[in-house]
């Protein structure tokens, strides 16, 4: 079982990127963070023939979140609770028996600001969603665009970087409070030691070229999927394409 993970910024933009790497890569769930779309305007026919089925939730211009199946949901949700206000950031569905939750973690803009605090208030009630809706001996997989990179080697310049919204020791912790449920990051089991990232910064033109980046995005999952994790790995190329996201496409390969 091939599952992936990709932050779009903006699936219409990107729709071309999307379907071209489902026809060449054929993962079992694909699934996107930041599509910047209404459901109304949702591009379905973009991805119509492509023999995946889409969940999505969406709100104009920021945030929302896609999960493309090529064996159908065995049942799809969104959000964390039953809170109305909340952006559209979690959708959490089933496929083959795999629960998979797809977040897109709050950025954060400042430390000291009130949308740092709402970062770290989602990381609570993500910890409390899994407290409350599994158990450990459930197949469940967590992914996504974290908004945290959780040591030195995902990042590109640790001295210079640290304090900044994603690479502090407080969305460490709270990254780890929500990892300790019971989860395993996939590509540090099989890259213990190597600086991998995932995004390049659109910011500084050269970011991508000399390879200044970040791993933000991440692929976990419970002990017993973990074991059966045969490889987890980036692919680069569509980063490196006309009119790219400036986050390419997170891998893990399960042998189930």
């Known amino acids: 079982m091939k599952i ?7 699936i219409r933009a990107r729709a071309d990127i999307v379907r071209g790497w489902l026809e060449a890569n054929s993962p079992d769930v694909l699934c996107v963070q930041e599509t910047k779309v209404q459901d109304s305007e949702f591009p379905v026919s973009a991805f119509e023939g492509s023999g995946y089925e889409i969940a999505y939730r969406g709100q104009k ?21 039953s809170e109305p206000a909340d952006e559209p950031r979690l959708s959490d ?15 954060g803009y400042m430390v000291e600001s009130d949308k740092f605090e709402y970062k770290m208030q989602w990381f609570k009630r993500l910890r409390t969603y899994f407290d409350n809706k599994y158990k450990p001996a459930d197949k469940l997989i967590w992914l996504g665009d974290l908004n945290v990179a959780p040591t030195d080697l995902d990042v590109h310049d640790p001295k210079r970087l640290l304090g900044h919204v994603c690479f502090c020791p407080e969305v460490w912790d709270a990254f780890e409070k929500v990892k300790s449920w019971g989860f395993v990051d996939l590509l540090r089991k099989h890259y213990p030691d190597e600086r991998i990232y995932t995004f390049w910064d659109y910011r500084s033109k050269t970011a991508f070229t000399n390879d200044r980046g970040w791993r933000i995005d991440n692929i976990l999952a419970c002990e017993k999927l973990a074991k059966k994790c045969t490889d987890c790995y980036v692919d680069r190329e569509p980063r490196a394409m006309q009119r790219p996201s400036d986050h390419t496409f997170l891998i893990a390969e399960f042998d189930l």
């Open 4 to 10: 992936a993970t990709f932050n779009a910024n903006s």
């Open 61 to 81: 211009s920021y945030n929302g979140v896609a999960v493309f199946s090529r064996h159908g949901f065995e049942n799809v949700s969104f959000g964390l609770d």
């Open 93 to 107: 569905v089933k496929v083959k028996g795999v629960n998979v939750v797809n977040t897109y973690i709050p950025q």
